[in-house]
């Protein structure tokens, strides 16, 4: 699963929001990575419950961003 945290006010509301994909075979992604991926997504159930998916295209490892968290204000 690869996300980002969502906060719509301050820390303390963040919350995860994920797009469950496959793994490259071909590159070694840690947990806490920071990577960008392109793909297509779709939505399918999982354990009986919709989940999103994304079909990988590609994936490639970026450097940790000066913030870990999208905000929907600016």
């Known amino acids: 699963m690869v996300f980002r945290y969502l906060v719509s006010c ?3 509301d ?6 469950i994909i496959t ?10 990575d920071w990577v960008r991926i392109t793909g297509v997504v779709r939505e399918d159930m999982m354990d009986g419950v919709p989940a ?3 079909n990988l295209e590609q994936i490639e490892k970026k ?4 913030k870990s968290a999208v905000y929907l204000y600016p």
Do not use: Q, S, T
């Not at 963040?14 to 797009?19: E, I, T, Y």
């Open 23 to 32: 793994k490259d075979p071909g590159r070694e992604i840690r947990d806490n």
């Open 10 to 12: 301050c820390a303390a």
């Open 14 to 19: 963040a919350l995860p929001l994920g797009v």
């Open 52 to 54: 999103i998916f994304m």
């Open 63 to 66: 450097p940790l961003p000066y």
